[in-house]
C-alpha cells in the first residue's frame, strides 16, 4: 500500500492478556518508529528501529514491553500480561531519512487498544 | 517536566478569525515538525522547520522557528472548520522526534 498500515486498528482485551500490534511501513523506509498515545498524555515515543535493529528502546515502558522487525519491514509491539493503564492509541510511523537529515515521519492511523 | 510546551493547551476560534500556536523547547532546536492530527486519525504532517528564522508557509498556515528563543509558532490566517483539530509540535532528537502535548483547535461556524 501507499502508507503506513497499521492491524488491528481496534483491540479489546482482558487485563492480563497479551497482545500484539503490527505495523507494515512505507515500502523502502529504512526508519520505524512506535509512539503511545494517551489521553491527556500527547504523543511518547517508545521504540525505534534502523533496518532490523532498535538503537533506542528508551522509551519502553515497562519489559512487559517488546517489539521486533524483521526483513526490514514488518514490525510487531508485543505487550504481555496487559494492564489498564496500557490502553492508548499506538502509532506507528516510518521514514526515508533520519530526523537530523529532515526526514519527516509517515504515521498510521494508529491501533486502539482498550484493555478491561 | 515537558521537554517540549505547547501553548494553549485548548483553542476555540470563531471561523474566519486569525490565531497562533506556540511551541517552546527547553533544549536547542535542530529541527522543529508541525503535524495536525485529525479526531480518532492519523498524524498529518504540515511542515519543517530547520533553520533559526525559517519561515514556511502552506496556504493559510504559516510557521515560524526562532532558534535563539528554542520557539517555534505556527499561525493560520482566516480559520476554516478544516483547521480543526490537534496540532503538535515536535523535535529533533538524536534519530527520532520527541512530541508536545498538542493544541486542540476547534473552530465556531
Known amino acids: 500500500g501507499a502508507g503506513v498500515s497499521q492491524s488491528p486498528s481496534n483491540k479489546v482485551t482482558e487485563k492480563g492478556k497479551d497482545v500484539e500490534l503490527r505495523c507494515d511501513p512505507i515500502?523502502?523506509?529504512?526508519?520505524l518508529y512506535w509512539y503511545r498515545q494517551s489521553l491527556g498524555q500527547g504523543l511518547e515515543f517508545l521504540i525505534y528501529?534502523?533496518?532490523?535493529?532498535?538503537?533506542?528502546k528508551s522509551g519502553l515502558p515497562s519489559d512487559r514491553f517488546s517489539a521486533e522487525r524483521t526483513g526490514g519491514s514488518v514490525s510487531t509491539l508485543t505487550i504481555q500480561r496487559t494492564q489498564q493503564e496500557d490502553s492508548a492509541v499506538y502509532l506507528c510511523?516510518?521514514?526515508?531519512?533520519?530526523?537530523?537529515?529532515?526526514?519527516?515521519?509517515?504515521f498510521g492511523e494508529g491501533s486502539r487498544l482498550t484493555v478491561l | 517536566s515537558q521537554e517540549l510546551e505547547q501553548s494553549p493547551q485548548s483553542l476555540i476560534v470563531q471561523e474566519g478569525k486569525n490565531l497562533t500556536i506556540n511551541c517552546t523547547s527547553s533544549k536547542t532546536l535542530y529541527g522543529l515538525y508541525w503535524y495536525k492530527q485529525k479526531y480518532g486519525e492519523g498524524l498529518i504532517f504540515l511542515m519543517m522547520?530547520?533553520?533559526?528564522?525559517e519561515e514556511k508557509s502552506h496556504e493559510k498556515i504559516t510557521a515560524k522557528l526562532d532558534e535563539k528563543k528554542q520557539q517555534s509558532s505556527l499561525h493560520i490566517t482566516a480559520s476554516q472548520p478544516s483547521h480543526a483539530g490537534i496540532y503538535l509540535c515536535g523535535a529533533g532528537r538524536d534519530d527520532k522526534i520527541i512530541f508536545g502535548k498538542g493544541t486542540r483547535l476547534h473552530i465556531l461556524p
Open positions: 522547520l530547520q533553520k533559526g528564522g
Open positions: 510511523a516510518s521514514s526515508l531519512l533520519r530526523p537530523f537529515s529532515g526526514g519527516e515521519l509517515f
Open positions: 528501529f534502523q533496518g532490523n535493529s532498535a538503537p533506542d
Open positions: 515500502s523502502g523506509h529504512t526508519a
